[in-house]
């Protein structure tokens, strides 16, 4: 059984860094996207990231030059480095992915809390 855990969140005060790591276990074939997703209270789940397997990578417009995505193919897991980071960036933040066969994984998330 696949199941993705992800790590690295916490409390950060603003302009602070961190970095998220999203790890699989189990078997997972042909993974072509991975992906980092957020939901902040009261909000949809939106997408934050996303990197294919050629490593061409997407972000949503608030975090640009703000966040990195990466990923480690050998160890099916990806990275997400947040700096300069702002309240608003505030939520629990899901990673995703996606095989070519179009089947998605989700972890159960990690929060990110942001505040003085």
């Known amino acids: 059984q696949v199941q993705l855990v992800e790590s690295g969140g916490g409390l950060v005060q603003p302009g602070g860094s961190l970095r998220l790591s999203c790890a699989a276990s189990?078997?997972?074939?042909?993974?072509?996207?991975m992906a980092w997703y957020r939901q902040a209270p009261g909000k949809e789940r939106e997408l934050v990231a996303r990197?294919?397997?050629?490593?061409?990578?997407n972000y949503a417009d608030s975090v640009k030059g703000r966040f990195t995505i990466s990923r480690d193919n050998a160890k099916n897991t990806v990275y997400l480095q947040m700096n300069s980071l702002k309240p608003e960036d505030t939520a629990v933040y899901y990673c995703?992915?996606?095989?070519?066969?179009?089947?998605?994984?989700w972890g159960k998330g990690t929060l990110v809390t942001v505040s003085s």
């Open positions: 995703k992915y996606t095989t070519y066969g179009r089947t998605d994984y």
């Open positions: 990197i294919t397997n050629g490593g061409s990578t």
């Open positions: 189990g078997s997972i074939l042909s993974i072509y996207s």
